[in-house]
């Protein structure tokens, strides 16, 4: 049977960009088009996702809320990620490069 192990996460560096809920075209932009807005009357949703980011790492569109920063992983792969999360994960390391 595995045994539980510990391990810490790799510093790396990722880009992330914050969701205002107005920025569509710059998430688009910066999600390389994988970024799209839900309509707001689309039946059996979280009301408070206002947008979705496609995770091509898992195949799959993941819910974004507004606040929301948007990650773009090691591998190119997209998630969102919320304020207090992003900030217990990542420092910032400056501009961009």
Known sequence: MPSV????????TVRTLLW?????EEMREFCGGAFRVVDPTRPN???KITAEVFDELHSTWIGVYTGHHVVRGVRGEYYPIDEAALNETYEPTGPDM
């Open 5 to 12: 192990t510990m391990r810490r996460k790799r510093p790396v």
């Open 20 to 24: 205002t809920g107005v920025n569509q």
């Open 45 to 47: 949703r979280d009301a």
